[in-house]
């Protein structure tokens, strides 16, 4: 969306003068107030669209830092569950050894 005023284009605008016309002095004054409130306009948006980049930036940080961290769960989930195997093999064992020993015996 394009605006078709700013701050420059509103203080160089001249009305002419007409016979039954407004008086210069009170549109000289609304006019003043007006670009005032487009040169703050102009600094609020200018602030909220850096502060957009700076969220965006951070949002690409924190959603890279979700990223390795769901990666070191799965690498971790993985060594787990590798563990967890060789533990069940190893009660396996000992169970099967308690059984062959006892048999022995």
């Known amino acids: ?54 969220l965006e930036l951070q949002n690409s940080s924190l959603k890279a830092q979700v990223m390795d961290l769901e990666n070191r769960q799965a690498l971790q989930n993985v060594g787990n569950e590798e563990n967890i195997t060789q533990v069940d093999i190893i009660k396996r064992l000992v169970k099967l050894e308690n059984e062959v020993y006892s048999k022995l015996r």
């Not at 203080?11 to 210069?24: I, P, Q, S, T, W």
């Not at 009170?26 to 703050?40: R, S």
């Not at 948006?45 to 850096?50: E, F, G």
């Open 1 to 54: 969306m394009e605006l078709k005023l700013d701050a420059r284009k509103i203080l160089e605008n001249e009305f002419h003068v007409d016979f039954k016309g407004y008086r210069a002095i009170e549109v000289d004054e609304f006019l003043d107030v007006v670009i005032a409130d487009y040169q703050k306009f102009d600094e609020i948006i200018k602030t909220l669209n850096n502060k957009i980049n700076q």
